[in-house]
């Protein structure tokens, strides 16, 4: 283990709801969510569900690690031959559970995301890979460098692999943030049959 890694806290199922909380607060100004919950009171009490799959399956088969015991921010990395999780496995680890308390409105309304960023996914990366599924900082938190100490123990722990690294963002701002730490642009699209934007990153291993 590399010594940026040893200097976060890896999270355990234990930590989960926490966790959720957190990327919760986060993505309230997220276009997905405000796609999906346009009502401010609605998006602030239900973002936090989203997350409790996305929490669930990386802990059980990636590494999820946060900046300290005090959650000011959390990053879900899904190692090669994990990446693509099927519809049915999502809806066993959480899936169903948010979908009772978010309400099938908000999942209908996210189907057609869905439906396009795991079949991009699979065709823009299709070799073995890391998937950064998710990393959110506390909005309190951000801008004081919890989010780079996040990427950056990763990213050398999967330079050290000789790996690439995907992953997707809805914000311009965002993807030039990546673009930072070597991503590269590989799809840009407004989503079908929504207004979102999407941005498909590639982060090419340094060390090839
Ligand atoms: C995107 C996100 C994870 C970045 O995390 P962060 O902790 O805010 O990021 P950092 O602090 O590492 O860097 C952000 C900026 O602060 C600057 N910064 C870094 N360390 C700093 C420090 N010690 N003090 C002040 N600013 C600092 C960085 O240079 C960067 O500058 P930039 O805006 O010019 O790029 C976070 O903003 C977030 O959770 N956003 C909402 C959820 C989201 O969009 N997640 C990503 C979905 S793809």
Redesign the pocket.
Same mark, same amino acid.
């Given at each position: 283990m590399n010594d940026e890694l040893k200097n976060l806290f890896r999270l355990t199922k234990k930590h989960i709801k926490q966790a959720c909380k957190v990327?919760g607060r986060?993505?309230q100004?997220?276009p997905v969510t405000k796609y999906m919950f346009p009502d401010e009171i609605e998006r602030r009490e239900k973002v936090l569900y989203g997350f409790v799959a996305i929490y669930k399956y990386g802990i059980r088969n990636g590494e999820v690690y946060a900046t300290s015991e005090n959650l000011? %921010?959390a990053?879900v990395w899904i190692p090669p031959k994990k990446v693509h999780q099927s519809m049915w496995s999502m809806l066993r680890n959480g899936g169903f559970h948010a979908m009772r308390k978010t309400g099938f409105k908000a999942m209908k309304k996210g189907m057609p995301i869905y439906k396009y960023i795991g079949p991009a996914h699979k065709r823009l990366a299709p070799f073995d890979h890391w998937y950064?599924q998710?990393?959110?900082?506390?909005?309190e938190?951000?801008?004081? %460098?919890?989010?780079?100490?996040?990427?950056r123990a990763m990213i050398t722990k999967i330079d050290n692999e000789r790996l690439p690294i995907y992953?997707?963002?809805?914000?311009k701002?965002?993807m030039?943030?990546?673009q930072?730490f070597g991503f590269e642009v590989v799809e840009h699209v407004i989503i079908p049959k929504t207004e979102i934007p999407l941005w498909c990153m590639l982060r090419k291993s340094q060390k090839v």
């Open positions: 990327s986060a993505f100004d997220d000011e %921010g990053a950064l998710s990393i959110a900082v506390d909005p938190e951000q801008g004081k %460098g919890y989010g780079s100490s996040l990427l992953l997707e963002t809805n914000t701002k965002n030039v943030y990546y930072k």
